[in-house]
């Protein structure tokens, strides 16, 4: 068992259009933000309140970019599984900053588009064992029960019990 776990899980919106830059040993990179919000009742005024977090967003893995590129722009909702993690760089004037990301890494991280087809996202799942044009239920099936709920994609559950014509030994 491992000593630790770094995993981040987020259903939100794109906050801004995806940016793809080119490294020069010829990776890429794909940045965007990503809102998330909760809304409750104030218990004194009976008001309803929202509270928004936003996250810096980097994937690495070069058909999820792909899969960005074509179907992400702002405002698509997602279900994004990635890693926590803080960089060290230096501003223009010399100052050191640092930066918390949410990444996915080359053969790490899921993203699954779960807007409709006609709303803009494009409405498959993705993943690196999933990043062929897979359609929504290939996505669902990549998610955990408890995922899927919060992606509000809780719906007739699918048996994936092999039989032993499955097995290819």
């Known amino acids: 068992m491992a000593g630790s776990v770094n995993k981040v899980i987020l259903v939100g919106n794109v906050g801004?259009?995806?940016?793809?830059?080119?490294?020069?040993?010829?990776?890429?990179?794909c940045n965007f933000s990503m809102a998330t919000s909760e809304t409750w009742r104030d218990k004194q005024s009976g008001e309803r309140r929202e509270s928004t977090q936003w996250h810096n967003i980097a994937i690495f893995n070069e058909n999820l970019i792909r899969v960005v590129e074509n179907y992400?722009?702002?405002?698509?909702?997602?279900?994004?599984?990635?890693?926590?993690?803080?960089?060290?760089?230096?501003?223009?004037?010399?100052?050191?900053?640092?930066?918390?990301?949410?990444?996915?890494?080359?053969?790490?991280?899921?993203?699954?588009?779960?807007?409709?087809?006609?709303?803009?996202?494009?409405?498959?799942?993705?993943?690196?064992?999933?990043?062929?044009?897979?359609?929504q239920g290939q996505g669902e099936r990549n998610m955990g029960s408890g995922a899927r709920s919060a992606a509000g994609l809780d719906?007739?559950?699918?048996?994936?019990?092999?039989?032993?014509?499955?097995?290819?030994?």
Not at 16 to 29: C, I, L, M, S, Y
Not at 104 to 128: C, H, I, K, M
């Open 72 to 135: 992400v722009k702002k405002g698509t909702k997602l279900y994004i599984e990635g890693q926590l993690q803080t960089r060290k760089w230096q501003d223009r004037d010399g100052n050191d900053r640092w930066t918390t990301e949410v990444v996915l890494q080359r053969f790490r991280g899921e993203l699954v588009l779960l807007d409709s087809r006609g709303g803009g996202g494009g409405g498959g799942g993705y993943s690196q064992d999933s990043v062929a044009y897979g359609n």
């Open 16 to 29: 801004k259009d995806p940016e793809t830059r080119t490294f020069n040993n010829g990776g890429k990179v």
């Open 155 to 169: 719906g007739p559950k699918e048996d994936f019990s092999l039989e032993d014509d499955d097995i290819p030994f």
